[in-house]
């Protein structure tokens, strides 16, 4: 009996795992594994993966296998501060433009379909590329990066691009927050280890207030050595993400599903978002 536990590769589900009692759960046969979104999501509908963060966009592809964990997700009301396109054009100029879209995502690149063909009624077309700006920029007009790359991009050239945070557009064009990452569980494995995924729930939820309680301090001095950059930023970019799965959160997550499903980017709809009750955990 194992549980195997998916863990996104970006500082931005840190504080779901910071404070994780990882020796304790191995002991209960977890292991772990580390991947950026769309490793994950592959694996995770292959059954080689059976909880943790993937991208809500791999959620509506699977709804009827994966059951969503209440209360954890990575959302953003406006700017999220890692999710960007970097362009040569104004974004109102991209028409006909050809874009690069980096190969760790799902819901973004997905997210910037949905901005530049709904919001703004751009054709373009796309390529799909390992996440490194200066290579994307070199035949595209734009690229789409994410996560720690994204962020590490705009420090580095941010100022000779335009430079487009898509939490932002998302907002203020639907007034919705964006979850970009949910925490769902093989319907099979909820089935065959109810308890172990409970305390599997239980250990993100801790983690997750323990964080938001210290603000994340402790969890921010680690990245500083890890991956440097200024404390100020860091303690914006934690502040700033929202990491709930409430009733707004997913009012926003059911309006891109919709959209997405009109556009013919999701071949079912998503008719309700299945929440595991945790209020049935077996202890
Ligand atoms: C906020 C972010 O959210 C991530 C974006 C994802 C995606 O686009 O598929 C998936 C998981 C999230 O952790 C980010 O990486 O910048």
Redesign the pocket.
């Known amino acids: 009996m194992s549980v195997i536990i998916g863990e ?1 590769s ?1 500082t ?2 840190l504080p779901f795992f910071y404070y994780l009692d990882r020796d304790k759960l191995q002991r209960q046969q977890c292991s772990f594994v580390p991947q950026v ?2 490793q994950l999501n592959q694996a995770m509908a292959a059954g080689k993966i059976d909880v943790g ?3 809500s ?1 791999a959620y509506a592809e699977n709804s009827t296998h994966f059951t969503l964990l209440p209360n954890l997700s ?1 959302t ?1 009301y406006g700017p ?1 501060g ?2 960007f396109l970097f362009s040569k054009k104004p974004l109102q100029q991209l028409g006909g433009a050809k874009i690069a879209l980096t190969s760790s ?5 997905n997210l910037l379909k949905v901005v530049l063909e709904h919001f703004y009624s751009l054709e373009v077309s796309y390529t799909t590329m390992t996440p490194d700006l200066k290579k994307m920029l070199v035949e595209h007009d734009a690229c789409l990066l ?2 720690d790359d ?1 962020i590490l991009a705009k420090h580095e050239v941010g100022k000779s691009y335009y430079c487009y945070d898509l939490g932002d557009i998302w907002y203020k064009h639907t007034g919705l927050p964006m979850t ?2 949910v925490f769902a569980v093989r319907n099979e494995t909820l089935n065959e280890h109810p308890s172990l995924i409970g305390a599997v729930y239980r250990s993100f939820l801790e983690s997750k207030k323990m964080s938001e309680t210290n603000q994340y301090e402790l969890m921010i001095d680690d990245i500083l050595k890890t991956h440097g950059g200024e404390k100020k930023f860091w303690d914006m970019y934690f502040q700033n ?1 929202c990491n709930d799965f409430g009733e707004q959160e997913q009012k926003g997550l059911d309006y891109f599903y919709e959209l997405l499903f009109q556009m013919g980017y999701l071949p079912n709809q998503v008719k309700t978002l299945n929440i595991w009750d945790a209020a049935r955990i077996v202890e």
């Open positions: 996104i970006y931005n589900i979104p769309a963060g993937i991208s966009f990575v953003s999220v890692s999710i995502s799902a819901t973004s690149v994410i996560g994204a970009f990452a993400l």
